[in-house]
């Protein structure tokens, strides 16, 4: 038997591999299980299924219906590919114990995965997580074929997206997005987002073109993961044909990216920032300023020029969910492009982030360049990096603990001013700069972040971490 761990956000593993239908089975055993023994008070034994692109996952999601409704749940099991956030919308307004999305997310194309959702409508949290695993294998599978489950109305057939589409319309000004005349883009990386905005948006005044929107199990050959290497084909294209901004979508559309008009990156930092100061200064919002340890420091130069309250979680946007589970948020954001609002679910929507966005424009009416700049100028410059290398797992704990007791003096020309060890270590120099190291949840990587005023200045630090891997 395959050994069955959770990471960050739910359980990942290679299709085939240890991804099989009787390792799905199991676990959703384990998870039907743990539901069972702990009912949630307010909720129905209903739980919703979905699934994203990726290589069979209908039929794991299948599989998946298939144990509930032997376990005697309702299931809800969408039709086709559907968007991550938009299972989690049905699991809140549906009053469902919980919900399983089928997918890896922006993993490569031969992972798949099992994420949980909680009754709240957002990602389980590490106890939950934990839980099933130890209902693991502790009874056999119970499972009803998908017809019969059809037939004893055990199993529904529905289309969860029109109620997460009309719960957009009124989390967003909808009527002057409407009106606005927006031309964008939206590179939907053969992901599940495909189609979503033209949807959202038939019949207004936007026009929108969807790029790289095929069903392509092998993502075009990319990890449908917003980030700029990703981007060459859109990039290409909007060199040509100009918009107001590129929207971007991961795998599962609950992470965003995004371009400006003319194939120029748009960080993810930079979209954070964007939306806080759009919430702050449009809409007069007030709360917490929820997010991951990974982030620009421009947040919270920002919420401190604001007055907002200023909140860093570890890494992992089931964090910042229980964050906003307390009440009082204006925004969560991780640097991964995950972001959450308020009255809506506690969990990442790229689509709503998206929207949002096009919101800022059509207030703004001026380029998303110009906001850009006049954030610069307030703040200054900014300017992350990030690379991904291996490192042995049995020598982490080491590294970790190196890190702690031999903190560098500086970080390139500034002293250290602090050093954060809640999720990795964090150096933070005295100009606001700063080096991380954090290890993967699952694999035999080690992830280094930096943050300076220059990309140049970031590179080093990079390259000082890289230096420190050598330490031990």
């Not at 529905?158 to 000004?173: E, G, I, M, S, T």
């Not at 909808?174 to 987002?193: D, N, T, Y």
């Not at 007055?307 to 946007?317: A, M, N």
């Not at 809506?344 to 700049?373: C, F, K, Q, W, Y």
Request: glycine share 8%; hydrophobic share 40%.
């Amino acid at each position: 038997m395959s050994q069955i761990k959770f990471g960050t956000d739910g359980w990942r593993a290679v299709i085939a591999e240890d991804f099989t239908f009787a390792n799905v089975a199991r676990v959703a055993q384990a998870t039907a299980d743990y539901w069972s023994a702990t009912p949630v008070a307010g909720t129905q034994k209903k739980v919703v299924v979905g699934y994203d692109r990726r290589f069979f996952s209908d039929r794991f999601a299948q599989t998946t219906a298939e144990v509930f409704a032997g376990n005697g749940f309702q299931v809800i099991l969408t039709p086709e590919a559907t968007p991550t956030p938009s299972v989690s919308f049905a699991v809140k307004q549906l009053r469902a114990v919980g919900g399983v999305m089928i997918t890896a997310s922006h993993n490569p194309p031969i992972f798949n995965g099992f994420k949980l959702k909680s009754h709240y409508g957002g990602s389980s949290d590490s106890e939950t997580c934990k839980a099933v695993e130890a209902f693991l294998d502790r009874n056999p599978v119970r499972t009803v074929k998908l017809a019969d489950g059809v037939r004893a109305k055990k199993i529904l057939i529905r289309d969860v997206r029109p109620a997460h589409y009309a719960a957009l319309k009124k989390l967003v000004d909808f009527p002057l997005i409407a009106k606005s005349k927006l031309r964008f883009a939206h590179e939907a990386l053969f992901g599940v987002g495909a189609g979503c905005f033209e949807q959202l948006l038939a019949g207004t005044t936007c026009r929108v073109t969807t790029l790289n929107g095929a069903h392509d199990v092998l993502f075009g050959g990319i990890n449908p993961e917003p980030i700029e290497k990703n981007y060459a084909k859109s990039q290409a294209y909007l060199r040509k044909h100009s918009h107001d901004i590129c929207l971007v979508t991961d795998g599962d559309a609950d992470r965003v990216g995004g371009m400006d008009g003319r194939g120029n990156l748009l960080s993810t930092h930079q979209l954070i920032c964007l939306l806080l100061r759009h919430l702050f200064v449009n809409r007069h919002g007030k709360g917490r300023v929820v997010v991951a340890l990974t982030t620009t420091s421009m947040v919270a130069k920002m919420c401190a020029a604001y007055g907002l309250e200023f909140v860093e979680t570890s890494v992992g946007f089931k964090y910042i969910c229980t964050e906003m589970l307390k009440g009082t948020v204006l925004i969560g954001a991780e640097e991964s492009g995950g972001i959450g609002f308020p009255g809506h679910v506690p969990e990442r929507d790229g689509i709503a982030a998206g929207m949002m966005l096009l919101e800022m424009l059509a207030t703004e009416r001026v380029s998303v360049n110009r906001l850009v700049a006049h954030l610069e100028k307030e703040f200054g410059p900014h300017r992350y990096d990030r690379i991904d290398t291996h490192f042995p797992l049995e020598k982490r704990a080491a590294l970790m603990e190196f890190c702690k007791t031999n903190p560098p003096a500086k970080l390139l020309r500034s002293p250290l001013a602090d050093v954060k060890t809640f999720d990795g270590v964090k150096f933070i120099a005295e100009d606001s700069s700063w080096l991380m190291l954090r290890g993967s949840g699952t694999e035999p990587i080690l992830r280094i972040y930096a943050e300076a005023k220059s990309l140049a200045d970031a590179r080093k630090l990079l390259q000082l971490g890289v230096g420190l891997t050598k330490r031990v």
